[in-house]
């Protein structure tokens, strides 16, 4: 079956960096455009970035110039580096892979605090 595997997250302070990661499994990697999506406390998910197999990246406003997503073919694991980080970017962290309405899946989550 599919399985999403999301790594990395943790609590940093204002200004600090993480690196998550997700590793899939039971998919052709290759075939699907990856993403990466939060959701804070009461609130709705919301796209961070995605990335094509081809490279082409789309950021949130909020995260441009700070996140860099990133994928690995061969080891079927995207990336996203995350840079001076913000209080407003504590959420839980979200790994998806699509390909289509049906073929659209999710990750459990990771959990990210930024917090002094």
């Known amino acids: 079956q599919v399985q999403l595997v999301e790594s990395g997250g943790g609590l940093v302070q204002p200004g600090g960096s993480l690196r998550l990661s997700c590793a899939a499994s039971?998919?052709?990697?290759?075939?699907?455009?990856m993403g990466w999506y939060r959701q804070a406390p009461g609130k709705q998910r919301e796209l961070v970035a995605t990335?094509?197999?081809?490279?082409?990246?789309n950021y949130a406003d909020s995260v441009k110039g700070r996140f860099t997503i990133s994928r690995d073919n061969a080891k079927n694991t995207v990336y996203v580096q995350m840079n001076s980080q913000k209080p407003e970017d504590t959420a839980v962290y979200y790994c998806?892979?699509?390909?289509?309405?049906?073929?659209?899946?999710w990750g459990q989550g990771t959990q990210v605090t930024v917090s002094s």
């Open positions: 990335i094509t197999n081809g490279g082409n990246t």
């Open positions: 039971g998919i052709i990697f290759s075939n699907y455009v």
């Open positions: 998806n892979a699509k390909r289509s309405a049906v073929f659209n899946f």
